[in-house]
């Protein structure tokens, strides 16, 4: 199984924001971008991208537990893949996927650097998964630090 | 064999993952079925040739003369019961 190196490949420390703070959903997909942008893992044509896509086909989540959002984009705005976990300080509105009305309160996001979805599949199931399990969820909306947000998702990922 | 679409904006990381947890479900269920990820773009194409539709964005409530299921509940858990119910019974007319 290649699935432990396609993990790491995806979950960075760097990639990992505490207690963020944003008014609104365009500024804060704007400065996740900028963060991806920094560390190398996308292009700059990548935030307007995101923040597009997300207008036309939002990405909030309803879980049971924590609301979340996955913002992505075309696999041609990314250099590297990556995904950005932001534990929001505040909720940030988002709209609710697949309905496109509903606005929800979403407190952690996952914005996905996603190239080749073919060999990055495993790890994005396993990531929908823990959005079914709400211990999980707020396990990670409660975690302190950096290392132990890794820890609580490379438990659910590995 | 039976087919079923799942379509989102880019057709990159929604639609295949939500594509292969359905494939995943039914095979656990014995229920042999193709399932392909697509382009929200290419849907016109797409949904003449498949036997039901799982759609993850937003989506006019209009006849798509296949059964359309809402995919969310894959990536949420939550709902997962009933829309597998549906596909189920779709897959074993």
Known sequence: ?158 | MKKIIVACGSGVATSQTVASKVKDLCEKKGLRVQVEAINIRNLEAHIKNCDMYISITPYEKKDYGVPVVSGIPFLTGVGLDVAMKQIEEVLRK
């Open chain 1, 1 to 158: 199984m290649t699935m432990a190196t396609t993990n790491h490949t995806l979950l960075h420390p760097e990639l990992v924001l505490l207690d963020v703070m944003a008014f609104n959903q365009e500024e804060l997909l704007r400065e996740l971008s900028s963060q991806l942008l920094s560390k190398g893992y996308v292009k700059d044509s990548f935030a307007d991208a995101v923040i597009a896509r997300e207008k036309t086909f939002p990405t909030g989540l309803v879980t049971s537990g924590v609301c979340v959002a996955i913002p992505h984009t075309d696999a041609i705005h990314v250099v590297k893949p990556g995904i950005l976990i932001a534990n929001l300080r505040e909720p940030v509105i988002f709209k609710e996927m697949g309905n496109g009305v509903n606005d929800i309160k979403v407190e952690i996001i996952f914005l996905l650097a996603i190239n080749k979805p073919e060999s990055q599949i495993g790890v994005l199931k396993k990531l929908m998964n823990i959005f079914s399990k709400a211990d999980v969820l707020l396990e990670l909306k409660h975690a302190k630090s950096v290392l132990e947000t890794l820890e609580i998702l490379n438990q659910e990922i590995a």
